[in-house]
């Protein structure tokens, strides 16, 4: 079946960069929109930022001209640079895809396992 592998995560300083990396694999018809999700301790999972088959980006105000988020659609890979870091970035990253298994079936929604990212201060 389809899987979300992400890589990337660590623990970094304040101020440094991080480089995420999300890989859809099995069997995959075509991707829609490819996304990052964060969650940390005791708060609910926000949108960081999606990127569109077509490559257009949204962001949170909260990351916004320090994220950026790109894709290798031949590799069906989503990237997310993360530069500037702050320690509020802290939480477990999740790379999240709307993918479409067979022709003429509806997309669905699949998620990585997560990745952890910690900025110490």
């Known amino acids: 079946q389809v899987q979300l592998v992400e890589s990337g995560g660590g623990l970094v300083q304040a101020g440094g960069s991080l480089r995420l990396s999300c890989t859809a694999s099995g069997k995959i018809f075509s991707i829609n929109a490819m996304g990052w999700y964060r969650q940390a301790p005791g708060k609910q999972r926000e949108l960081v930022a999606v990127i569109g088959s077509g490559s257009s980006t949204n962001y949170a105000d909260s990351v916004k001209a320090r994220f950026t988020i790109s894709r290798d659609n031949a590799k069906n890979t989503t990237y997310l640079q993360m530069d500037s870091l702050k320690s509020e970035d802290t939480a477990i990253y999740y790379c999240?895809?709307?993918?479409?298994?067979?022709?003429?079936?509806?997309?669905?929604?699949?998620w990585g396992q997560g990745t952890e990212v910690t900025v110490s201060s």
């Open positions: 999240n895809a709307q993918i479409r298994v067979k022709r003429f079936l509806s997309v669905a929604n699949y």
